[in-house]
């Protein structure tokens, strides 16, 4: 089977690809130039010039043909030009989910057309096919479980999809690198957005949204308590950073119009609900969940969870959403993705 393989340089990929090969499929691996070390230079040294030499050493030593692909406009046009904009709606994106949704699934699909039959990468992530749908299935290993990117999937994506160490733990995946004595068998995991490589988010933002110095401001005193740099740097439930003596202070709201970031010591007092909230443009992986009391629901990527109820409440593809627990890092822009067991059903962005 032609496979098209999406290598990064990391220890994930790079097993995923030696998989496929050792299986006897016909793959080509892949590379997407994606960093902004063009218009970043200055920040930081970008690492795409050492992750491109581990692929090139891998391919080179198992005769895989290795295509580079210059993805960079098409980044900054469907990805980071959406994490700007949100950024300067006082709102909180996930780049990661769309650079799934339209770059390796989406554009990247564009760019080879129909030459090859799947498209694999090394996300830690299951695919079942049952019914006449594609499933997407969590991993065994619930920390590496990626299936929180991969939320916005669509039916015809997850068709092509190939998640070949989606079924392997971690430490399995160190081992098989171990194994097959990879050039990259010892280096560590990528941490953050994708596109900014070794480049702090921060940096990121500040380079396009610059800076402009705002109050902060104690929300039940309405004393001003200090000075930020624009509230595009904060997030609702942020602790650090916020860089005030006498607390701490978590941030409970932004004013947009006038560039005030709210803060509070009392954030976690019982009065202070957040266990409610609404979602648009939902995603529903295979089709609208059925009425169910076991839905559970991911406010971000990690293992935590809620039990949750949802309400469809308009024909706008909105819904209502009660989660078991309290979570103080509910934020507009977020991904809520909803599970049913090990089924990951998709999901959509927090109002």
């Known amino acids: 089977m032609p496979i098209a393989v999406l290598t990064s340089g990391g220890v994930d990929s790079s097993v995923a690809l030696k998989l496929l090969k050792d299986h006897g499929h016909e793959v080509t691996a892949f590379y997407l130039k994606i960093w902004l070390e063009d218009e970043l230079s200055y920040l930081n040294n970008c690492p795409w010039a050492e992750d491109l030499k581990y692929v090139q050493e891998i391919c080179e030593k198992n005769k895989i043909p290795l295509e580079i692909i210059n993805m960079q406009k098409d980044y900054y046009d469907q990805v980071v030009s959406y994490a700007i904009s949100e950024l300067k709606s006082g709102r909180t994106p996930n780049p990661d989910i769309l650079c799934n949704q339209r770059i390796k699934f989406g554009a990247f699909y564009d760019k080879i057309d129909k030459r090859f039959d799947k498209i694999a990468t090394g996300h830690y992530a299951q695919i079942e096919e049952k019914e006449n749908y594609f499933y997407l299935k969590r991993a065994p290993d619930p920390i590496k479980d990626q299936t929180y990117f991969l939320s916005h999937l669509s039916q015809e994506q997850l068709k092509r999809a190939m998640f070949p ?9 160190r081992f098989l690198a171990e194994k ?10 990528s941490q953050g957005i994708c596109f900014l490589g070794k480049l702090k988010f921060n940096e990121f933002v500040k380079h396009h949204l610059k800076s402009k110095k705002g109050e902060i401001i104690e929300l039940e005193t309405n004393k001003v308590l200090g000075i930020h740099e624009g509230f595009w740097f904060f997030t609702s439930g942020q602790r650090k950073g916020i860089k005030l003596s006498g607390g701490p202070y978590f941030v409970v709201k932004k004013n947009i119009e006038k560039n005030i970031v709210y803060v509070s010591k009392k954030y976690f007092e019982e009065d202070k ?6 979602v648009k443009n939902i995603n529903w992986i295979t089709q609208n969940p059925p009425e169910k009391s076991n839905l559970k629901v991911k406010i971000r990527h990690g293992e935590n969870e809620y039990k949750c109820k949802i309400e469809k409440i308009n024909e706008m593809n909105q819904y209502k959403v009660r989660i078991s627990g309290q979570d103080q890092g509910l934020a507009s822009g977020q ?8 089924y990951c059903l998709g999901g959509g962005v927090i109002i």
Not at 180 to 189: C, E, I, T, Y
Not at 273 to 278: A, S, T
């Open 335 to 342: 991904f809520a993705v909803f599970y049913e067991d090990e």
């Open 180 to 189: 097959f004595n990879l050039p990259n068998k010892n280096r560590k995991d």
């Open 273 to 278: 609900i957040r266990n409610e909230f609404i």
């Open 165 to 173: 160490i989606g079924h392997l733990e971690k430490k399995v995946v």
